[in-house]
């Protein structure tokens, strides 16, 4: 069954799926309000207490700083040429908005350390080690990656900057 038409919806909302057989029973009303389904089988679950899907929220993204104030990730990155900075501040973005993101943008490595996977335009690749910390993302360390296997210096170096967040 093809529904091309424009169906007034009771409450301003999209029908609960146990009021949808209920709802397409009642007759086609056309109307001009914003409160319209024009999607047919487009549901929204909120009259039924069912959670609504979460409205996308940033998550800010703050880089680690040593004790003399340094940021060692913010450093590594103005080293890099500015076409590797934006494809590494692209990914950051993004981990930002889709956080908790997966494969292949961001990999958990364990004991809450993530990996940020940026593939470059000069063919290589970079990582940003971060961590999830009082509702913000640390940028732990970056590195431009050289073997299959992320190293363990950098690793440890990631961890021990976690360790420190920590206290």
Do not use: N
């Not at 009021?19 to 549901?43: A, V």
């Not at 509702?135 to 961890?159: N, Y």
């Amino acid at each position: 069954m093809i529904h091309d038409a424009i169906h007034t919806v009771p409450s301003g909302c999209w029908p609960c799926l146990h009021d949808l057989d209920q709802f397409l029973q009642e007759p086609i009303q056309r109307s001009s309000s914003p409160r319209e389904c024009t999607l047919f089988g487009t549901l929204h679950l909120g009259r039924c207490g069912v959670a609504e899907p979460a409205k996308p929220r940033k998550i800010p993204l703050v880089f680690f700083r040593t004790l003399a104030g340094r940021e060692p990730v913010r450093d590594w990155l103005k080293g890099l040429d500015k076409a590797e900075r934006q494809s590494i501040g692209m990914d950051l973005l993004r981990a930002q908005w889709r956080w908790p993101v997966g494969m292949p943008l961001c990999r958990p490595i364990g004991q809450g350390l993530w990996e940020i996977r940026t593939d470059l335009p000069t063919q290589r690749t970079a990582r940003v080690l971060l961590c999830l910390y009082c509702e913000h993302l640390v940028a732990l360390h970056g590195f431009i990656k050289k073997t299959p296997a992320t190293p363990e210096s950098d690793l440890a170096t990631a961890r021990k900057r976690q360790k420190e967040l920590e206290r």
